[in-house]
């Protein structure tokens, strides 16, 4: 008798509005979309085998693995890491993985592995749980210290809808998409320099938070008395953007497209000079984006340094790039 055949599924994201503000426990207001890593298998006693797609070389090791740094090839450790924070709960998997989320453009291909690789490893938590399982996991194999959107996007994302979340309660409210718009997806390019320069500004926030408290309930008139120039530069972002997804998920409610356009464009024009997470072929994408007619707004979307752009459009407009659907959560395939 055949084994039976596992198959998992998730979707990547694309955050709307709301950047480098979660792991300061901020707001951000992401979407999961139709672009997917799927896995499929079937259950062994104790060993990881994985081959994907996109990578030369499979990965392979036995549970229970706790050192997910150590394997090789590299993408193995998002896998391995998982499996290491399952701990005695993984169950072995044997099968492969096909994706139609373009790595390294900024759309969350690392998370959508991480809680795909959860589910096939027997994961049956809530897609809470799974996503700080993840994103545990991301840091222990990988060093990043990565805050909760990516995971929890892609866990517990709403068909038709962006989710609305407080990375501080975790609470995740859906935010229904009007129907005369459009978000279209632009790769720029590929992310460079993208894990150190993002722990550094991680770093940057929590000297801001000794200074003043948390960011997540500061005030712009608190930021103040943070002298360090760079250091208050990052601040102003992340309180302002807090505030600009406040707006932004109103305005979304309210139908006000333009209003909400503007404020894709204010975020994207604070990472560029107050956060540095833009680079100049990604604003020259904004503005070229902007100028073209039925655009109600663009700006660059997730840790940056390269990337895409995401673009709020009327419906009937033209846009280059690739339209995405909003989608539901990382789930089994039947
Ligand atoms: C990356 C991280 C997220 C988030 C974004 C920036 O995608 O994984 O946790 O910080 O950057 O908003």
């Known amino acids: ?6 198959s998992y599924q998730s979707p990547g994201r694309v955050n709307l509005i709301g950047d480098h503000t979660d792991y300061t426990g901020g707001l951000v207001l992401p979407m999961a979309i139709d672009r997917y890593t799927t896995i499929r298998g079937t259950r062994t006693t104790s060993v990881v085998r994985l081959r994907s797609q996109n990578e030369p070389e499979p990965v392979e090791f036995e549970l229970p693995n706790s050192s997910p740094e150590e394997v090789t090839p590299s993408w193995g450790r ?7 924070e399952m701990q005695n709960r993984a169950q072995g998997f044997d099968g492969e993985i096909s994706c139609t989320i373009p790595i390294g453009a900024g ?18 938590s809530t ?40 990375c501080h309660e975790l609470t995740v409210s859906p935010v229904q998409l009007p129907n005369d718009v459009k978000i ?14 993002y722990g550094e500004r991680v770093v940057q926030c929590a000297a801001a938070e000794k200074i003043i408290g948390p960011l997540r309930l500061a005030k712009l008139q608190s930021l103040a008395s943070i002298t360090d120039k760079t250091v208050f530069r990052r601040a102003r972002h992340v309180v302002s953007e807090n505030q600009r997804v406040r707006d932004f998920a109103t305005m ?41 007619p039925g655009v109600f707004g663009a700006r660059m979307t997730g840790g940056g340094f390269g990337g895409c752009i995401v ?9 280059d790039g690739w339209q995405v659907r909003a989608v539901a959560g990382a789930s089994q395939l039947d």
């Open 1 to 6: 008798m055949s084994e039976a055949l596992l």
């Open 78 to 84: 998002y896998v391995a890491g998982v499996a290491a």
């Open 107 to 124: 759309l969350s291909s690392s998370a959508a592995l991480e809680v795909a690789t959860a589910l096939a490893l027997g994961d049956t």
């Open 127 to 166: 897609p809470d749980e799974r996503a700080k399982l993840c994103q545990r996991a991301e840091f222990r194999a990988v060093g990043v210290p990565c805050g909760i959107m990516d995971q929890l996007t892609v866990a517990s994302g709403i068909r038709d809808h962006a989710l609305l979340i407080d």
């Open 184 to 197: 279209v997806v632009r790769f720029v390019a590929e992310r460079k320099l993208a894990s150190s320069s």
């Open 252 to 292: 979304l409610h309210t139908g006000d497209l333009k209003s909400a356009g503007k404020l894709m464009i204010e975020s994207h024009n604070s990472l560029d000079r107050d956060f540095e997470t833009s680079t100049p072929q990604m604003n020259s994408a904004v503005a070229a984006a902007t100028s073209q």
């Open 311 to 319: 673009i709020l459009a009327d419906a009937t407009a033209k846009v």
